[in-house]
């Protein structure tokens, strides 16, 4: 459901993310189902006709900013490609690329978040600035071309509201069409929080919208039930559509199936008022939430990731994640076995399902839709086909028509392992599988085993022998061991992939790493859930409490060996591929990241080999003709040609670049920018560097 860790060469861990759904019958299938109408009134009414407050006082597409001097949203454009129009920086002069400043948030781990940073920060660019959140969700402008601090606001987040990491992947902001030129809040900064607010700040000051919530601050907590702390907390940017800020939410992963809602709501962007939300299990009550005295459900898939929106449509696109006990599924409701791990579009002007895509049918593995999907002009026929790319941590990358759901490409349905007795009635028969194209390797067999000494393989070969492992899909155990192949970091995660839409390229960096896992009897296990915003049972040793399922869960994410930490599998651990956007087929694929700061025992090795590390992080295109991308463990920032795969520059970053790059232009300058502020579970440091790169002036 939310993130998690994996651990990574040199006993370091890594923490990753969630999939998608569509509807299920006892044979499920991919695909889509009915749409709803688009709404095109201002005010949504009842059966009586009256108008009803609370609903979207936006009716018509606005106007949005546009990439290229600006990076005005998390991926870049409002479809999300990260592609970028510059072209000031070439293959022929990025070797000339140098720091032009280096700008510091001041914000770093203190007292009980000693730990606990992992900040993914990209931040946005609009006219003169750069907009930031930093990891415990303080808001900053500074000046893009210089890195003076224009402003900063503190909402004073408390450490124990750290969920998994303290993560601040960004912010939106919102122009106000019925404000004047230089009124206040005219244009809103836009986040929400690890305590679960979302605040609204006027983006060239930096005071609170006043007409906003309450003095400028909505509280995501109303509804929810019991307050937990760490257990419910907004990591994501939110998503903005005709004047609706949507957003869901990351519930603590593993813990008990009474957990918080996975709700999305959407909130009047000027006033903060509720428009909708979205409870699958009570969907009738989207318009006004539950009543007195009620909750959301509870334990639903929620989105702890990032959302795109289609404006003209007015549909936002919701990647979702699992229920709140990841892997044990018995006892979910029919609606959660519709929506887990799927791609849902709802209407953003009245909360509505239009339709759903699910990606993995009854997920008991934790593979939650974890990329934000990117809208393009698909090339078909000779024409195009206004479509969305859905990426998903098994490796299956799929283009669907976005106006109604329908799969672009035949939907391959796959006989997969039903064998265990953990839960044999629930367990699908078969899962689809992408035609278009698959990030996804060979099942493993022993020969694959890896070590740094004939010791490591020999462990790794016999704990190879003592699991439960048919391949793909295997489903948990709890005689054995069971392998999990791709693990939940596998595939494509938050990072996303890129779309240089003018050579027709997409851009995706994976990871390809196992997990080792065992199911426990409920009545076998002693370790607590956590009610004091202290890391979770998987972080804390890999262990998943899952109270209130019958089993709980021990987790070897990455699958290391236990004396020298190293994976028990042969390198690639992850890797990056330039796809043919029209044909679907791979033009290169290279591993990603060197051993420099990896060995075992957690000593570095300082080899420059290229063996491809577990990444977490994604890339920007630029129409110069390259990809910008660090995210591997190696603490570098790279350039590589676009063309042939080719690393033409790289810099040595003060900690891990898990992070998205951005490109802009300021004063004539094409600027590309990373936030490296390290992982604590990927063992990269920490650091409050925001480092801006251009060529000499």
């Not at 209407?347 to 990117?374: C, H, I, K």
């Amino acid at each position: 459901m939310s993130i998690r860790p994996t651990l990574l060469l040199g006993a370091a861990a890594m923490a990753l993310v969630p999939l998608a759904a569509i509807a299920q019958s006892d044979t499920p299938t991919g695909g889509s189902t009915n749409q709803s109408p688009l709404s095109q009134t201002p005010l949504a009414e009842d059966s009586t006709g009256d108008e009803t407050a609370g609903a979207s006082p936006v009716t018509q597409a606005q106007e949005l900013p546009q990439v290229g001097a600006d990076w005005p949203f998390w991926g870049g454009d409002a479809q999300a490609t990260r592609y970028s129009p510059l072209d000031q920086i070439t293959p022929e002069n990025v070797g000339q690329l140098e720091r032009a400043y280096v700008y510091h948030t001041g914000d770093m781990p203190e007292g009980t978040a000693e730990g606990k940073y992992s900040p993914e920060i990209t931040p946005l660019k609009v006219g003169d600035d750069i907009l930031t959140c930093s990891a415990m969700n303080m808001l900053i402008s500074f000046d893009a071309a210089t890195g003076e601090e224009n402003w900063r606001y503190d909402p004073g987040v408390p450490n124990d509201a750290i969920p998994y990491g303290a993560t601040c992947r960004g912010v939106a902001v919102w122009t106000d069409p019925e404000a004047s030129e230089g009124d206040t809040c005219a244009t809103r900064l836009i986040e929400a929080t690890l305590d679960a607010k979302i605040i609204s700040l006027d983006a060239a000051t930096g005071v609170p919208c006043e007409d906003f919530g309450e003095n400028g601050t909505i509280d995501l907590w109303q509804d929810l039930g019991e307050r937990v702390p760490g257990w419910y907390a907004v990591t994501a940017p939110p998503t903005i559509v005709r004047g609706v800020i949507v957003t869901g939410a990351q519930v603590k992963d593993g813990q008990a199936e009474d957990a918080p809602s996975g709700v999305i709501r959407g909130f009047d962007a000027r006033t903060g008022e509720l428009a909708w939300a979205w409870d699958m299990g009570a969907p009738e009550q989207n318009r006004d939430g539950p009543p007195e005295g009620e909750v959301y459900t509870r334990g639903t898939p929620n989105m702890w990731t990032t959302a795109v929106a289609d404006e003209e449509l007015g549909y936002v696109y919701l990647p979702m994640g699992n229920s709140s006990v990841d892997y044990y599924g018995s006892n979910r409701s029919e609606a959660e076995n519709e929506f887990s791990t799927a791609l849902v579009a709802i209407d953003a002007t009245t909360g509505e399902v239009a339709w759903n895509f699910q990606t993995v049918y009854r997920d008991v593995w934790d593979y939650d839709l974890g990329s934000q999907p990117t809208l393009v002009d698909f090339p078909q026929d000779g024409d195009t086909v206004p479509a969305i790319i859905l990426p998903s941590k098994q490796g299956d990358i799929y283009v669907l028509d976005r106006e109604t759901g329908e799969s672009l490409h035949p939907v391959e349905e796959n006989p997969v392992p039903t064998r265990g007795e953990i839960e044999p009635e629930y367990i699908s028969p078969t899962q689809p599988a992408s035609s278009y194209h698959q990030i996804r390797f060979e099942p493993l067999q022993e020969r694959d085993m890896y070590g740094m000494s004939p010791i490591d393989q020999m462990f790794c070969r016999i704990a190879f022998r003592r699991a439960n492992y048919e391949g793909f899909f295997q489903p948990p155990t709890a005689d054995a061991p069971f392998i999990q192949y791709p693990g939940y970091n596998g595939g494509s995660d938050w990072g996303s992939v890129a779309v240089d839409t003018d050579r027709g390229i997409i851009v995706a960096n994976y990871n390809n790493i196992p997990n080792y896992n065992r199911m426990i009897p409920q009545e076998e296990t002693d370790w607590p859930i956590i009610t004091d915003g202290g890391a979770s049972g998987e972080g804390a040793g890999g262990n998943a409490p899952q109270e209130g399922a019958p089993w709980s869960i021990r987790i070897n994410a990455g699958w290391r060996a236990p004396f020298t930490g190293m994976p028990c599998t042969q390198p690639p651990y992850g890797g990056i591929r330039a796809i043919d956007l029209e044909t679907g087929e791979t033009i290169w694929d290279r591993p990603l990241g060197t051993a420099r700061r990896n060995g075992p025992f957690g000593v570095p090795s300082r080899l420059p080999l290229t063996i491809g590390t577990p990444n977490n992080g994604g890339s920007v295109v630029t129409a110069g003709g390259l990809i910008f991308i660090a995210a591997a463990t190696d603490n570098l920032i790279r350039a590589i040609d676009i063309e042939t795969g080719e690393t033409l520059w790289q810099d040595v970053l003060p900690a891990g670049g898990q992070a998205n790059p951005l490109a802009f232009e300021a004063d004539g300058r094409q600027f590309i920018m990373i936030a490296p502020g390290g992982h604590h579970f990927m063992g990269t440091g920490v650091s409050d560097a925001i480092i801006a790169y251009a060529l000499p002036e």
